[in-house]
């Protein structure tokens, strides 16, 4: 299978290399050149595999001939050995209340199970191509410590992850500075997020310091993330679905970057039978705006909410949705995006504006629905949610055959909880002991400067050289 910019200035490239890629060195998003389509024989055929046989089949139909089959089968299944769950992301029903459980990994959210395997195929890459890799990530909360424990004592791999100060939960700051293996690299950047990611973006959008520091990118613009988020769409509708093709199920998924349910619109493309996909946000609404109005428009400021991994201005996994909105005119995206970067706003017109609406719902949540909604949950069933979770739960109301995704584990936000439902959820084992370990990180001004002056002092003592 061969990959494309959305922007058109790419040559078409393999699967190994648009991973190795991350962003495309024309600014823009990879994407394969075809949607590959399931038939409901293959759905049904598919519904009764475990996750890791069904990983093998939806990533097979993506990596094409480049991974041999027995070679893709051990990187999924050593991936997915880390999870503490047999079934990987269980459904769980609750009081007629179905939700996919996707933080039973090694950090207790659902970017594991994109980053687990994103470590082991980037692992395999290197040794297979020869080289080294020097990753560059920023964080909201969840993804960094995720990308850290898909990578930490990775022969091949230095891993530099950027955090806003003071903006993720003591928990997961732990989780990401408290790995000490000698590749894994801290920085607290004193700004936002959206700070934070405009510093990687300009780093990369570097295209020299890119190659000469051969910088590469777990965040969610890379394919191979998207691609094992799809799985657990697939894995879920089997669950609830019996096997019967026909079967229209919904999915309600809390939302930042856009990545994890434009992995279920890529499900809902390749023919898995979704009804509604609900792009459930917290106050930072910019996607819910979209939805309702047609314009894509940044809005005044940051909002800090008790979802911080959804804390975010600027979805960038939503110019792969554009693409496929405007059916692969990467002329018309490029010049979108560039309207975007001057202006802070684009629009689409008013037949996309309704193809939008057919394609996904929409839905902001306050936080005092979130804090809400984890007391109704807990009261009705004695089920905790994780903030992220309720605010999907919550979007969900009202809806049948619906799945609400549950993309971290509730003992990671323990004050939201608390003040939820004045209890604390019990910890899974992987958090336990986190806050007595000693951590490990620079604090930088949020400067491209900084970032690049800390980097370039690191890998020149040897490290990743
Ligand atoms: C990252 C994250 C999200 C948002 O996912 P996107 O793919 O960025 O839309 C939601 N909840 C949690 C817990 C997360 O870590």
């Not at 093998?56 to 299944?77: K, N, S, W």
């Not at 890459?125 to 993804?143: F, K, P, Y």
């Not at 209890?423 to 400067?447: H, I």
């Amino acid at each position: 299978m061969n990959y494309l910019s959305t922007r058109g200035g790419v040559e078409p490239v393999g699967f190994a290399q648009a991973v190795m890629m991350g962003l495309a060195t024309d600014g823009g998003l990879l994407v394969p050149e075809r949607i590959p389509q399931v038939d409901a024989a293959t759905l049904t055929a598919w519904s009764k595999l475990g996750f890791q046989d069904l990983a093998l089949e939806v990533l097979t139909l993506f990596v094409g001939e480049e991974i041999p089959r027995q070679h893709l089968r051990t990187l999924i299944e050593r991936s997915y050995a880390t999870f503490t769950h047999p079934e990987v992301t269980p459904v769980v029903e609750q009081d007629g209340l179905r939700i996919l459980e996707l933080f039973h990994g090694p950090t207790a959210a659902f970017k594991d199970v994109a980053l687990q395997f994103l470590g082991n195929l980037f692992e395999y890459l290197l040794e297979r191509d020869g080289g080294q890799l020097n990753i560059l990530g920023a964080t909201s909360g969840d993804t960094g410590s995720a990308a850290i424990y898909g990578v930490r004592g990775k022969e091949r791999i230095q891993i530099f992850i950027l955090h806003p100060k003071g903006r993720v939960s003591p928990i997961q700051e732990r989780q990401m500075t408290t790995v000490l293996d000698a590749n894994v690299h801290n920085i607290a950047v004193r700004g936002t997020f959206d700070d934070a990611q405009g510093i990687v973006k300009a780093l990369f959008n570097d295209l020299s310091f890119k190659s000469s520091y051969r910088l590469g990118a777990v965040n969610s613009i890379n394919w191979a993330r998207i691609l094992a988020q799809t799985v657990y769409y697939f894995y879920a509708w089997g669950r609830v679905a019996e096997g019967d093709p026909g079967k229209r199920i919904s999915f309600s998924v809390p939302t930042g970057n856009f990545g994890d349910v434009f992995a279920g619109y890529l499900a809902k493309r390749m023919g898995l039978p979704v009804d509604r996909l609900v792009i459930a946000t917290n106050r930072n609404d910019i996607l819910t705006r979209f939805i309702q109005t047609g314009r894509y428009a940044v809005g005044d400021q940051v909002y800090q909410t008790l979802s911080p991994a959804m804390d975010i201005q600027i979805a960038s996994n939503f110019e792969r949705y554009l693409y496929y909105l405007y059916d692969g005119d990467s002329a018309t995206v490029r010049t979108l995006l560039e309207q975007m970067q001057r202006s802070g706003h684009l629009e689409v017109d008013a037949a996309r504006h309704a193809q939008a609406c057919a394609d996904f719902d929409a839905a902001a949540v306050t936080d005092e629905e979130t804090q809400a909604q984890i007391r109704a949950t807990f009261a009705a069933t004695g089920y905790i949610l994780c903030p992220h979770t309720a605010v999907g739960v919550h979007a969900a109301r009202g809806r049948s055959d619906i799945i609400c995704l549950a993309t971290a584990h509730p003992a990671k936000f323990v004050d939201a909880v608390r003040d939820a439902i004045g209890r604390e959820a019990a910890q899974p084992l992987s958090l336990q002991g986190l806050m007595d370990k000693a951590p490990r990180c620079v604090d930088l001004d949020a400067t491209v400067d900084a970032v690049k002056a800390q980097l370039e002092a690191t890998l020149s003592t040897g490290a990743g050289a």
